[in-house]
T-cell receptor, first 115, second 112 residues
Framework: NAGVMQNPRHLVRRRGQEARLRCSPMKGHSHVYWYRQLPEEGLKFMVY????????ESGMPKERFSAEFPKEGPSILRIQQVVRGDSAAYFC?????????????FGPGTRLLVL | GENVEQHPSTLSVQEGDSAVIKCTYSDSASNYFPWYKQELGKRPQLIID?????GEKKDQRIAVTLNKTAKHFSLHITETQPEDSAVYFC???????????FGTGTRLKVLA
């Protein structure tokens, strides 16, 4: 049973470019979460999605950031016009979606570096 | 909103000794508390969790205790080994929500 998959693992962008991060949840999981981890810091919640729905985006910056989880295919976290402060590790997690307080399983992360 | 504080930020112990990491949370509606271990450059991995209807849970050398009245929970690792060296994160999840609020992490170093 494959775990949570993320790609790319490393992404380098110049300021002003767009970054697209992909996350495929574990098989059978319908809930996806995105977290951001700055160097030497903890994980900060960004957004929680179910298939075709954004449930909670309270942690996501209002501008330049967007997320989707389409009916088919992976969840996408999109950052437009990246700035140096966007450099971080972005982790995706998934859970089965069968109730509250489920264990979330994390992917390997995408390390974004903005030059 | 919920806030989780974690202490200490760094912890060094001799191999074979015990390590204790403490977290406090602010929202009494939190009822699920997972602990994750993150090795350098790798994904966070769940090592143990506890729900608010339980005061203590143990899994081999790892245990977690929860004091709902005081709103704090702790991770206990006994007979530490060098491979226990990593960053450990506590988290809290509020009833009715799905997101985790993480602590700032504890860097544990087990000295051989």
């Amino acid at each position: 049973n494959a775990g949570v998959m993320q790609n790319p693992r490393h992404l380098v962008r110049r300021r002003g470019q767009e970054a697209r991060l992909r996350c495929s949840p574990m098989k059978g999981h319908s809930h996806v979460y995105w977290y951001r981890q700055l160097p030497e810091e903890g994980l900060k919640f960004m957004v929680y999605l179910q298939k075709e729905n954004i449930i909670d985006e309270s942690g996501m910056p209002k501008e330049r950031f967007s997320a989707e989880f389409p009916k088919e295919g992976p969840s996408i976290l999109r950052i437009q016009q990246v700035v140096r402060g966007d450099s971080a590790a972005y982790f995706c997690a998934s859970s089965p979606g069968q109730g509250n307080q489920e264990t979330q399983y994390f992917g390997p992360g995408t390390r974004l570096l903005v030059l | 909103g919920e806030n989780v504080e974690q202490h200490p930020s760094t912890l060094s112990v001799q191999e074979g000794d015990s390590a204790v990491i403490k977290c406090t949370y602010s929202d009494s509606a939190s009822n699920y508390f997972p602990w994750y271990k993150q090795e350098l450059g790798k994904r966070p991995q769940l090592i143990i969790d506890i729900r608010s209807n339980v005061g203590e849970k143990k899994d081999q050398r790892i245990a977690v205790t929860l004091n709902k009245t005081a709103k704090h929970f702790s991770l206990h690792i006994t007979e530490t080994q060098p491979e226990d060296s990593a960053v450990y994160f506590c988290a809290a999840s509020i009833t009715g929500t799905y997101k985790y609020i993480f602590g700032t992490g504890t860097r544990l170093k087990v000295l051989a």
